[in-house]
């Protein structure tokens, strides 16, 4: 980081008309994402350690994205970590930094 430079702790990426934004990045092993404008049934959600093993894994109903959800990590190590975000047979990737 830049002394004297404002750096977002949010990140946003589109995929067709859907939005999904994922907060506090870095993050210490909890973090919120929300999807904007998703009209499709479920949403699955994995996160996959430095090694490429998952180490969360859940599938969220369109329903309960009138909110941000929020997704604890536990104590891992810190390191890159890749969120996945399976909808309606799109992908979205994000890598999110742990640092405690």
Known sequence: MTPGKC???TETISVDNNTLTI???PTTGTFEFSISNFTGENITVTVLNPLGQGIYNQQFSADQ??????IS???VANGIYIVQILAEEKLAVKRIVVQR
């Open 23 to 25: 907060y506090l990045n």
């Open 7 to 9: 750096h977002s702790l």
């Open 73 to 75: 990590l536990g104590d």
């Open 65 to 70: 994205f009138q909110n941000a959800q929020t």
